[in-house]
């Protein structure tokens, strides 16, 4: 034993001398059992220098530090620093301990591993190990899809996220009954989301989509006419009540050039002779260009007939018959046409205006054929259309003032022989003077009326009975036939008339 300043590395420094460290201690200050620092290649576990660390800690430093609790063994003091993990914690995911995985992983040999990239929730690594899957995709089996594969469906109340199976009856579906079906097995045809072996009436079997398509609106029945990838075109046969069939199409009534032949159901073709036509091929109701309707026949002329007929052209060029009793006529101001009560074409009662009346018919001012001419008109059957000329406005003027005139002197005159006869004659009765004061001015009135004229009984009229037909105190009345030159024409009468003669002298009467 020696005396020494200092006790050398190694050893502990006490009162009873320098001691030497444990075993691999290159410091112990303390007491010689408990290390605080360990040679080259040794860690301190505790007080003691060891090899390696023991397990739950780890080398740092030159110590051997503790791990997280739920690490068995670590690569750092951190959670997530984990090597292995402790039997409370046996899953280990990206260097954390866990007792269960979290979603989107599944546990594998002590481990949670992340889910396929096409899983929401899985029971294992693989694409085909899902449990269930991201919105929008279904889960088909262990399988997430866009789309479920035929034969099943994805159901629309958000229940359930996985395809379930369609009807038996349905290749595909929206839902489960068998009314849900999009398409069907073997050589059935999808019908409104039924699978049928045969279309229903009013549809047609459009085979390329496997499906029966509506006929169109107003279509009975029709049949397939052409189809294309994506579409099917129907030709109708058949159409409801009031329609009528025209190349495939059901129509509210036939375009012009075609006609329905009495209670047929469609319409046909019109002859070539016509523009239009009804009821048969060949009686049309207007023509081609040039040519010229004749509406009772129905047929069609290059020019209208010169006697009963004139051509017209609105709305349609046609031959319409001239108004009764007329004989040739001409187009009128308003050549507008009406239908016949059987659908025919008839011209308007103004499409025409007469121009030569028929036989001893003369023509008015109406262009109308008339017997005798009225009032203001005088017949001039010698001329080259046969008509009622209008009397002179100045003759009826000058024949108002002179008849007016010619009263005023007759009634004068007629005064002063009232006078003259009293003052010769013996008095009369009251009674007789009335009677004859009244025969005058009766006479003297009926002379002043239009339509009475001076005539001479000598010459114009022959009595036919000497009697007359009753008699006044200055007139009597007579039977007679017209014989003057004209004078039937003249007066506007019959040939037998009435004539009143004023007694005395005088021959003439009115």
Excluded at 240 to 251: F, V
Excluded at 324 to 333: I, Y
Excluded at 351 to 357: D, H, M, R, S
Aim: include cysteine.
């Amino acid at each position: 034993m020696r005396c020494v300043a200092g006790c050398p590395v190694g050893h502990n420094t006490s009162a009873g001398g320098c001691s030497p460290c444990g075993s691999s201690c290159a410091s112990c200050p303390l007491s010689a059992e408990e290390c605080v620092q360990c040679e080259r290649g040794k860690v301190l576990a505790g007080t003691m220098c060891v090899n390696s660390c023991p397990e739950g800690t780890l080398a740092q430093g030159g110590l051997c530090a503790g791990c997280a609790a739920s690490c068995a063994t670590c690569f750092g003091p951190a959670r997530d620093q984990c090597l292995t993990c402790a039997p409370e914690w046996p899953l280990l995911l990206e260097g954390a301990c866990l007792s269960s995985c979290p979603e989107g992983t599944a546990e594998d040999d002590e481990l949670c591993v992340p889910c396929h990239e096409t899983c929401a929730k899985c029971v294992g690594p693989a694409r085909d190990e899902c449990t269930s899957c991201p919105v929008p995709d279904i889960l088909s089996g262990s399988l997430c899809v866009s789309v479920c594969p035929a034969g099943w469906y994805a159901p629309l109340d958000g229940g359930l996220n996985t395809c379930q199976a369609c009807h038996p009856a349905c290749s595909a579906c929206s839902g489960p009954g068998d009314d849900q079906c999009t398409a069907c097995p073997g050589e059935q045809l999808l019908e409104d989301h039924r699978c049928v072996d045969a279309c229903s009436a009013g549809a047609f079997a459009c085979l390329r989509k496997r499906q029966c398509d509506r006929c169109p609106p107003g279509c009975r029945e029709c049949t397939l006419a052409s189809e294309t990838s994506d579409q099917c075109t129907s030709a109708c046969v058949a159409c409801e009540q009031g329609l009528l069939l025209l190349d495939g199409k059901c129509l509210a009534e036939c375009p012009g050039g075609t006609f329905a032949a009495g209670q047929e159901a469609h319409c046909r073709p019109c002859a070539s002779a016509c523009a239009t036509c009804m009821g048969e091929d060949d009686f049309c109701t207007s023509c081609p260009a040039g040519l010229y309707l004749m509406p009772l026949s129905g047929g069609c002329v290059v020019a209208c007939p010169a006697i009963g007929f004139a051509p017209i052209q609105e709305p349609v060029n046609m031959c319409a018959a001239c108004a009764a009793g007329c004989q040739r006529c001409a187009a009128g101001p308003r050549q507008a046409h009406a239908g016949a009560a059987d659908g025919r074409m008839a011209a308007s009662s103004e499409a025409t205006i007469c121009t030569l009346c028929q036989g001893h018919l003369l023509l008015d001012r109406d262009s109308g054929c008339v017997a005798t001419c009225g009032d203001g008109f005088f017949a001039d059957p010698e001329a080259a259309v046969p008509s009622c000329v209008p009397c002179p406005k100045h003759s009826i003027g000058l024949g108002v003032g002179l008849g007016m005139l010619l009263l005023l002197l007759i009634l004068t005159g007629a005064l002063l022989v009232v006078f003259l006869r009293r003052a010769r004659r013996k008095p009369q009765s009251t009674e007789d003077t009335l009677n004859e004061d009244a025969t005058m001015l009766n006479t003297m009135v009926e002379l002043s009326l239009p339509g009475s004229i001076m005539v001479n009984i000598a010459t114009d009229f022959a009595p036919l009975d000497d009697r007359p037909l009753g008699s006044g105190t200055q007139a009597s009345v007579y039977a007679a036939r017209a014989v003057g030159a004209g004078i039937s024409d003249r007066l506007g009468c019959p040939e037998v008339v009435a004539i009143k003669q004023l007694k005395g002298p005088d021959v003439h009467g009115h």
